[in-house]
DNA sequence: GTCCAGGATGGGC
DNA sequence: GCCCATCATGGA
């Protein structure tokens, strides 16, 4: 199966940031080759994805023997395309940026990087309550565990494959269930009730999806275990709001520092000045600033 | 041993 | 509305 890239695509610069961390346990990279489970619903598909030239994505199905069906080759396409952003036009962005003092050099240096998504809204919840004030690392391993645990997993060639627990299931937990897994005790109600949240159909990614920015925001900060740093996240990588803005990350706060020579963190202000020339592209230039520091 | 990490909550004022 | 203690563990 082969997909067709957009312009402005660097398959290094996207695997510059997938392969950051040795400890993800959503997929698996070997030598530029992406091994993964691709979930939506009960469908399960093992593919591994490749790119030739910044042209095209070959899309290869795993441990599969069965024919694969029209309307799960879509769903998978349509997964890939959300997962890259395929479908943005970055040429706008890369003009802002080439002429903005804190883009500019970041732009060049991991030109073709699209905002890497999670396609999954309660794989990218979970993922935004886990990495609350902890370091990325530790954040990592709390992830592996919790998917560990109560995920599902495929097996290929002697390895295992995971798939992110599904919401149904989290749901029926108590926070004891997960005191194995060394997350504080607020961390685990967040994520048992969101997943209930999800179960009684009360939050979804389609309905969020037919709000606007300010509406989806205000939603998500509703919910117990979501303040503005993880609603903007999400509303970032999972549901693509361009304007989405994750200004109080410590992250983007420290790569600010390090491009402007401070000695000290830069205020909120100073970054809502800063962010001005970013309108509508501020989830894409955090994007950019976190990958100078990580 | 110390400091801080891709924050959020609930209380006091 | 703003300020602050608390959570609570690992990584550097």
Redesign the pocket.
């Known amino acids: 199966m082969i997909i067709t890239l957009p312009a402005n695509f660097d398959m290094n610069a996207n695997l510059g940031y997938l392969t950051?961390?040795k400890?993800e346990c959503m997929y698996e990279i070997e030598s530029d080759i992406i091994t993964k489970v691709i979930a939506i619903g009960e469908m399960q598909s093992l593919v591994q994805i490749s790119v030739i030239d910044n042209q095209q994505m070959v899309v290869q199905f795993l441990n599969d023997s069965r024919p694969i069906e029209k309307w799960e080759r879509e769903k998978i396409v349509t997964y890939i395309h959300e997962w890259f952003d395929l479908d943005n036009d970055l040429t706008p962005f890369y003009e802002m940026a080439n002429s903005d003092p804190l883009l500019q050099i970041p732009a060049q240096k991991f030109y073709g990087l699209r905002v890497i998504g999670i396609p999954d809204l309660f794989e990218a919840l979970c993922?935004?309550?886990l990495?609350?004030?902890?370091?990325?690392?530790?954040?990592h391993?709390l992830k592996r565990q919790f998917v560990e645990s109560f995920g599902d997993s495929i097996e290929w060639k002697s390895k295992k494959y995971w798939v992110f627990p599904p919401y149904e299931r989290i749901a029926q937990l108590e926070p004891t269930d997960l005191a194995a897994i060394?997350?504080?005790?607020?961390?685990?109600e967040?994520i048992i009730g969101i997943a209930r949240l999800m179960a009684s159909g009360e939050l979804s990614k389609d309905q969020l999806m037919n709000m606007n920015f300010k509406e989806a925001e205000r939603s998500l900060?509703k919910?117990?275990?979501?303040?503005?740093?993880?609603?903007?996240?999400v509303l970032?990588?999972c549901l693509r709001f361009q304007t989405a803005f994750?200004i109080?990350?410590?992250?983007?706060?420290?790569s600010i520092k390090t491009l402007r020579n401070m000695n000290r963190?830069p205020t909120k202000e100073e970054i809502l000045a800063l962010s001005i020339p970013w309108k509508n592209w501020e989830s894409y230039a955090?994007?950019y600033l976190?990958r100078v520091?990580?």
């Open positions: 950051r961390e400890n993922w935004g309550v990495g609350q004030q902890i370091n990325l690392a530790f954040a391993t060394k997350m504080t005790v607020k961390k685990s967040y900060i919910i117990r275990g979501i303040g503005p740093w993880t609603a903007n996240y970032m990588r994750p109080d990350d410590v992250g983007l706060i420290n963190k955090t994007f976190w520091l990580y």
